[in-house]
């Protein structure tokens, strides 16, 4: 966490309280812009729609700050999920903007924290990540808060409530204690104490199928992101990233026909390019938001 004083800290903090002022649009308002954004591609349109809901953004990163992850990070996921949720959003549908956002909002939001927590380095499955997000809600509501392990009762009706298996129950809370000083919430400092006022709501049913196609959104902004790459950058990306088991340098080079110290050079360049790529986007998304702030 940004120190209190920091300027990085007080420019964030301005941006919050920005947009979280913005008031959300009405019904009406919201169809006639989500319908020039739709059938005309308004980009003005585009810009009041996401300016307007970056409050449902800050909202939702904050109810995952406790993962141990920078509130500017999480909030930088949610913004990409509601340009997502813009993107694929069609007026025509007897839903709000606001509701259907909130999906995408939070699928992105998770699916960040699944990539920068340890579950991802030895594969996670949906029951998994079904009890990343719940295991630490429920074995609260069992134990009153206790840091203890749980009991075989506990660990067994948990498993039955999550439709999971008992092992996976045990090693998910052994995985979690293992790193409780992320979990456990920091000290705020007086001038966001705002912020933890927000309401923690419990996730909805809808809110949790949205779990279920984060591996998709994640494929997707893979997939984009390796549109700025040339074809034998994708081929390494693919071959030293993506795939299950990853090949080594050497046997890489000699199917390209280059050293594995050129493959080493041009996987980091490639990196690079898709960094570049989710920073302008990120800005973009900013820059949508201080629109109207």
């Known amino acids: 966490m940004e120190h209190a004083g920091s300027q990085t800290y007080q420019s964030d903090l301005t941006f919050i309280k920005g947009a979280m002022k913005i008031p959300l649009l009405s019904p009406d308002e919201e169809y006639e812009l989500t319908h020039a954004w739709y059938y005309h591609r308004d980009e003005k349109a585009l810009a009041k729609i996401v300016s307007s809901y970056g409050k449902l953004v800050i909202s939702t990163a904050i109810r995952f700050r406790y993962y141990g992850l920078p509130l500017n990070d999480l909030i930088q996921e949610g913004n990409l999920g509601l340009l997502h949720a813009a993107q694929r959003f069609d007026p025509g549908r007897n839903v709000r903007f606001s509701t259907y956002s909130k999906w995408w909002i939070r699928a992105f939001i998770q699916d960040f924290v699944l990539r920068n927590w340890s579950i991802v380095r030895t594969g996670s499955t949906t029951s998994q990540k079904m ?18 392990l749980m009991s075989y009762d506990q660990h067994a ?7 999971v298996s008992l092992n996976d129950v045990v090693e998910m809370e052994n995985r979690l204690i293992n790193h409780d000083f992320s979990l456990s919430m920091a000290p705020l400092h007086s001038e966001e104490e705002w912020i933890a006022s927000i309401k923690d709501e419990r996730p909805t049913p809808e809110e949790e199928s949205t ?61 690079r390019k898709m960094k570049h790529y989710f920073l302008e986007v990120y800005s973009e998304a900013r820059q949508s938001l201080d629109f109207k702030a």
Do not use: C, Y
């Open 157 to 163: 009706e948990i498993a039955k409530l999550l439709h």
């Open 211 to 271: 779990l279920l196609e984060s591996k998709f959104i994640h494929n997707h902004w893979i997939e984009k992101a390796m549109e700025v790459l040339n074809p034998r950058e994708v081929h390494i990306i693919i071959q030293r990233r993506l795939n299950h088991t990853p090949e080594t340098l050497e046997n890489i080079g000699k199917t390209l026909g280059i050293t594995k110290e050129r493959v080493r050079q041009l996987e980091v360049r490639a990196l």
């Open 131 to 148: 009890l990343f997000f719940n295991l630490r809600r429920l074995k609260n509501q069992l134990s009153h808060m206790s840091d203890d």
